[in-house]
Every structure is written in C-alpha cells, then in structure tokens.
C-alpha cells in the first residue's frame, strides 16, 4: 500500500480539529449556561481569577476553560497583560442573544443531538426511525436558540416581501398558520411584526406547544396567537391566507400528505411559504462545512424523525430544491418558487 504522506498528515490535521471541535461543543455550552461569555464581555479583559469571581464559579476551572477556549479562536489572549477578553467579533457571537450570527445555540444543539448516539447506533441495524420527541429536553431549546437569530434578522425583512402579495396581506390583516412551530419564535416574530393579523401555531410536541403559550404571553401577543398541539397532516382551520413550515417539512414522514393537507385550509389565493435548509440537488453540491453539518443533523435528528412516522419518506435535511418541489406538486400544488436564498437556507413560494 503505498501511502501518500501529504494527503495522510492532512487527514489527520482535520481529524485533530473534529477531535478538538468535540470537546468544544460541551464547553461552549458550560460558559453559555453560566455565563461565562457575557461576564467577559461586559467585564473587558479579566484575569481567570476576576472572571470566576464575576460569575460565582471556581478559578481553577475558569482557568482551564478560558485556556481552551483561546486556543480554539473563541476567546482573545492578552499575554502582556495575561488577561482574556472577547474582541467586538467574539462577544456579538457569543454574548449577544440579539444577534443574527448568535452561535451558543448551534452548540446546544449539536450537544443534545449527540446524546441519542446510542439510540441512533440500534436504528442504523433495524432501521426503525427516532422521534423529536424522544430525544433529550435541550435539543427542543437548542434548536429555538439556533433558529431564531436567522428568523429573527431574514424574515421580516426579506423572505415575508419576496412572496408575491404576502406582505400587504399580513400588514392589512392576515390569517396565518404556523405549522411545526416549535417553541413559537418564528410565530411570536410574525406577530408582534404584523399587528392586524391573526396567527394560529401548531406542532405535535404538547411541552414545546406549552412553552410557546408562555412566550407569546410574555412577548405580549398572547391575544393574538392561539397555541395548538396538532400534526402538520391534522391541523384544524381553513380559509388561511398564509401557511409557513420553517425548516420542518423534511422531517416529516409524509411530507406530501402534509403538502396536500395545506392546501386543504388554505384561501384560494392564499400563500405558502416553506423554509428549508440551503442544499444543491446533487451530493457533490453539497459537499463542504455546511453540508457536512445539515448531513450530520439530518443523520442524528431528521432521517429518524421522519422515519418514526407514516410513509416515512425521509427527505433528509438536504433535500434539494428539485426533491421538495416534487413533493410540494404531490400535494396539488401547481406553482412553486424558489423566492430567496441564503447560506444556510432556501425559501419557497408555493400556491394553487
């Protein structure tokens, strides 16, 4: 066998890096839950002893986990003054949960998804699927905190007015269904950004559909959005001017029936708007860090969600445009539009 000593110590100087990255996603996690990140931008440079005292923790370990975190780029070394600190960059990603590139989320995720390894290792022998709701409680809030900084700065201000009429239909008084709504940030943004129309959320999972209620209270749109456990197959109402699934129709396990379903309730002109996560059709499209990561979730989390259900289709997280337009047609939909587009999403325009 004759090696390639070149291609060898660069395999290995990525596997290093995914070795590192692994241990990276837990303690992203321990300074986001305990503050760590926003101590150290709000406090400027510390020493470890200053930070673990700023957030009632212990030195010894501040220490090592500033350490690790320098070396991975997260963190700024001072070695004049031997203090750490965030640069601008560091804490608008790390400290700031109103930012779009927010990034503890993303690691929560990952986190909590690694966690079903063990479950997910028996369904590759027996093929049997994994439902969201089997999977560890963080991986509900993780994904909320990963997806709303997207939602939060795109939606609004650029995926709702690239749909034909929507916006005017939502700003005049709209009546909208949310379907796969999870912990409701998509929803509640909607809501408190269109304050004549009325929102109806729906997902099968009772504790997210719970929280949801709680949040749209305390966001103070609790009169205008009404909470439902429902699945995307079953939800109840008609006559909806507009009808969004954020990143969830590859989850489903009949994704055309769910298709067939929206168009049931919804308004003869009414709109369809589907968010999914950004892929080519073809797998070599899709073969760099960002699908490397949807396949990584679509591996542990959607591939099983779907194939826990009926039909069990498993469109997977990188479905494509030319796969999902197939379904959305299934469903008896005869236009479909590809509206905008960015590096982690497509978004869709389906109507009647």
């Not at 241990?23 to 760590?36: C, Q, S």
Request: a negative charge; glycine letters at 10%; proline letters at 4%.
């Amino acid at each position: 066998m004759a090696i390639d000593m070149d291609k060898l110590h660069e395999l290995l100087g990525k596997a290093v890096v995914d070795f590192g990255a692994t241990f990276h996603a837990a303690l992203a996690r321990v300074g986001d839950k305990l503050g760590l990140y926003k101590a150290l931008a709000a406090g400027g440079p510390q020493t470890a002893a200053e930070l673990a005292e700023r957030t009632g923790t212990k030195e010894r370990y501040v220490r090592e986990w500033l350490c690790n975190q320098a070396a991975g780029g997260y963190v700024t070394y001072d070695s004049a003054a031997e203090k750490f600190y965030l640069s601008e960059e560091q804490a608008f990603t790390l400290a700031n949960e109103d930012s779009p590139a927010f990034l503890p989320g993303m690691f929560q995720v990952a986190l909590a998804a690694v966690k079903a390894e063990e479950q997910i290792t028996e369904r590759f022998k027996t093929g049997e699927g994994l439902g969201w709701h089997e999977h560890h409680p963080e991986l509900f809030i993780g994904t909320e905190r990963f997806f709303r900084p997207g939602y939060a700065a795109n939606l609004i201000s650029s995926w709702i007015p690239a749909l034909e009429g929507v916006e005017e239909k939502l700003q005049q008084g709209a009546t909208v269904a949310d379907v796969g709504c999870g912990l409701g940030a998509s929803t509640i943004l909607m809501a408190k950004s269109y304050p004549k129309s009325n929102f109806f959320g729906f997902d099968y999972h009772d504790k997210s559909i719970e929280t949801a209620r709680q949040r749209a209270k305390d966001a103070g749109v609790g009169d205008r959005i009404e909470f439902k456990i429902a699945k995307a197959k079953e939800y109840p109402g008609n006559d909806y001017d507009f009808v969004t699934f954020f990143d969830c129709l590859h989850d489903m396990g009949d994704p055309a029936g769910a298709a067939a379903h929206v168009r049931s309730t919804m308004k003869k002109d009414g709109t369809w708007m589907i968010v999914e996560p950004c892929a080519g059709d073809k797998l070599e499209d899709n073969l760099h860090p960002i699908g490397r990561a949807f396949y990584g979730a679509s591996t542990l989390l959607c591939t099983p969600a779907s194939l826990s259900q009926e039909v069990g289709l498993a469109l997977g997280a990188q479905a494509g445009e030319k796969r999902l337009r197939h379904v959305v047609a299934e469903g008896g939909f005869t236009h479909f539009r590809k509206a905008v587009q960015t590096p982690f999403n497509l978004i869709f325009e389906a109507r009647q």
